[in-house]
């Protein structure tokens, strides 16, 4: 039996076809969650590009911008210059449950928009920091981290709010007004993971180069602009089918990302919507963050600098 069904007028099929490898879960599994979580989710998606994650069966996951071409007329969408690729990509905007319902029978598992909407002129939305762990360490780095990024923010009369990123760290949000130029909300999210990286340097470090984090937690600043990040209550094709959760500032030390699943999460939500209640209101950036953060290379650039130099290094001692 396939399990098909009709559901907010979305016909769906195989519903009970395993998820993914290690994924615990059928697709009926994926589609009662996120028909459960929609009036959470859909706020988060609504009037931004959206990028989404898809598994195939047999194949690997992959990331789809461009909408296929078979997508029904009435899922809303954009057409957006992407100067990378040189091309105009049509993106989808996740604007009601029905159209998310939509891509869960495509099998996209995790949801990704842009921290901008629509209108680009309106600027982004919030500033995200995005805290890893190294490697062999455990969740808790990443809470600490996010421990020292509250501070870095308090001390400039900032705020944010915190969720699990759905895999092994932790995403602060902090949401800022609108109009906020793109270029002064990137120079203010270096200043504040260099403030944090001061406040403990033997835990956290900004070092964008993977051998030079020393085991340390990754401070990730370059989320910015048309940057896409993981959307609060999104699944994650993680073992378990984990879930990126949003939290409050006090459940930070007692949980871990694992404890959150599109089998857990509702029961764990409990009829609350911490995003929305846990989200301070929209804020100025300070103009000292700003100015210190136009004083600090941007990650990849400067990544991409060092890398050059380290292999030219190479070279000439061989």
Same mark, same amino acid.
């Given at each position: 039996?396939t399990?098909?069904e009709?559901r907010a007028?979305?016909?769906?099929?195989?519903l009970?076809s395993?998820l993914?490898?290690?994924?615990?879960? /059928?697709?009926?599994d994926l589609i009662?969650?996120?028909?459960?979580?929609?009036?959470?989710?859909?706020?988060?998606?609504?009037?931004r590009p959206?990028s989404?994650?898809?598994?195939?069966?047999?194949?690997?996951?992959?990331?789809?911008?461009?909408?296929?071409?078979?997508t029904?007329?009435?899922?809303?969408?954009v057409?957006?210059?992407?100067?990378?690729?040189?091309?105009?990509?049509t993106?989808?905007?996740?604007?009601?449950?029905?159209?998310?319902?939509?891509?869960?029978?495509?099998?996209?598992i995790?949801?990704?928009p842009?921290l901008?909407?629509t209108?680009?002129?309106?600027?982004?939305?919030?500033?995200?920091?995005?805290?890893?762990?190294?490697?062999?360490?455990p969740?808790?780095?990443?809470?600490?981290?996010?421990?020292?990024?509250r501070?870095?923010?308090?001390d400039?009369?900032l705020?944010?709010?915190v969720?699990?990123s759905?895999?092994k760290?932790?995403?602060?949000?902090?949401?800022?007004r609108e109009?906020?130029?793109?270029?002064e909300?990137?120079?203010?999210?270096?200043?504040?993971?260099?403030?944090a990286?001061?406040?403990?340097?033997?835990?956290a /470090?900004?070092?964008?180069?993977r051998?030079?984090?020393?085991?340390?937690?990754?401070?990730?600043?370059?989320?910015?602009?048309?940057?896409t990040v993981?959307?609060?209550?999104?699944?994650?094709?993680?073992?378990?089918?984990?879930v990126?959760f949003?939290?409050?500032?006090?459940?930070?030390?007692?949980?871990s990302?694992?404890?959150?699943t599109i089998?857990?999460?509702i029961?764990?939500?409990?009829g609350?919507d911490?995003?929305?209640t846990e989200m301070?209101?929209?804020?100025?950036?300070?103009?000292?963050?700003?100015?210190?953060?136009?004083?600090?290379?941007v990650?990849?650039?400067?990544a991409?600098?060092e890398?050059k130099?380290?292999?030219?290094a190479r070279?000439e001692?061989?």
């Open positions: 039996m399990g098909d009709v007028g979305v016909s769906l099929t195989n009970d395993p993914f490898d290690g994924a615990d879960a /059928t697709k009926r009662d969650y996120l028909e459960a979580v929609a009036d959470r989710m859909v706020p988060q998606l609504r009037d959206l989404v994650v898809r598994v195939r069966p047999g194949q690997e996951p992959f990331m789809q911008k461009n909408l296929p071409k078979y029904p007329e009435w899922v809303p969408r057409t957006i210059w992407a100067e990378s690729s040189r091309r105009e990509v993106y989808a905007v996740c604007d009601d449950p029905r159209t998310l319902l939509w891509f869960g029978n495509q099998r996209a995790e949801y990704h842009t901008l909407r209108d680009h002129a309106t600027g982004p939305t919030h500033l995200v920091l995005d805290l890893d762990p190294a490697p062999d360490q969740f808790r780095q990443a809470v600490l981290a996010a421990r020292l990024i501070r870095a923010l308090a400039d009369g705020a944010g709010a969720k699990t759905g895999s760290g932790v995403h602060v949000f902090v949401p800022v109009g906020t130029d793109i270029a909300a990137a120079a203010a999210t270096r200043a504040i993971a260099a403030r990286e001061r406040l403990d340097p033997d835990l /470090t900004t070092a964008f180069i051998e030079d984090r020393g085991g340390k937690v990754f401070l990730d600043s370059t989320r910015s602009g048309g940057a993981v959307a609060a209550y999104s699944p994650r094709i993680r073992p378990g089918t984990t990126s949003p939290l409050t500032w006090d459940e930070l030390d007692n949980i990302p694992r404890d959150f089998h857990t999460a029961e764990a939500l409990g609350r911490p995003w929305a301070p209101a929209p804020q100025d950036l300070p103009a000292d963050l700003i100015e210190e953060g136009h004083t600090i290379p990650a990849r650039v400067q991409m600098h890398g130099r380290r292999a030219r070279r001692s061989s």
